[in-house]
């Protein structure tokens, strides 16, 4: 649970040595990940793409809000994941963390609560469909791209994985098959793995389900706290118990 790809991997590697040094030399471009055809693989119909591509206008782009470098098409300076003059899609920069993305501060906590809307600001500029008459370069620069954005959403948008890839930025070593020895805890997740057996009802599933994400959150405000002292050792074993209750919550979900 929890492995990134190996895209992932690298973009950590680039963006946590990144936040110790000046200016820097561009990394060389990941492998292209093998991306499917939009004709056998884009669940988004044509009539949807349009549609979304549409969308509603913002004021500023996001291309415009998280500076970049040199466009490789026009030459236009500041071209982030996309070129804000001439809209060419640009190539990965492994550097560049999931939530610089977003325009987003590099902590726990999301402040911003449109980290939906810009995933959707981003997928109209680079997904691999609406670039289909460009060329071979700029579709592979399109598959790369919307597949990382897809990936930062993903990742950002859950607590727990959001807290993983904090400690990942950082250079913690984190053991996803370790197994807690805490005795109280392993008590309390059999208790709980028998009452959602033993629940007849959705009524009774709902308490269980809230009790836990209760201690979830409780955790989740551990892990925050630790993270933000850097008591790294602390944020781990928060982030241990938030993967046990997170999986407790899906078996309720399952049995609902």
Known sequence: MWRRPGQLRLHLAAAAGAAGRGARRRNPL??????????????????????FARGSSSSRSLSDRAGGGECWSCGASGAFLSC???????PVDPAVDYFRIFGLEREYTIKDNNLEGKYKDWQKKLH???????????????????????????????????????LQLEGIPIDEE????????????????????????SQTL???????????????????????????DRAVKATQRMRYYERAVEETIKKL
Request: aromatic letters at 6%; glycine letters at 2%.
């Open 206 to 232: 709902e308490k269980i389900q809230s009790q836990i994400k209760r201690n979830l959150e409780t955790w989740s405000h551990s892990f925050q706290e630790a993270f933000e002292k850097r008591d790294f």
């Open 30 to 51: 990941p492998p292209v990940p093998t991306v499917p055809s939009s004709s056998s693989a884009s669940t988004t119909t044509t009539r949807d793409l349009a549609a």
């Open 178 to 201: 370790k197994t807690i020895t805490d005795p109280e805890l392993l008590m309390e997740m059999m208790e709980i793995r028998e009452a959602v057996n033993d629940a007849s009802d």
């Open 84 to 90: 804000g003059s001439c809209g060419s899609v640009q």
């Open 128 to 166: 691999p469909d609406l670039v289909h008459s460009k060329s071979e370069k700029e579709r592979a620069f399109a598959a790369e791209q919307s597949a990382l954005v897809i990936d930062a959403y993903r990742t950002l948008s859950k607590p727990l994985s959001r807290a993983l890839y904090l």
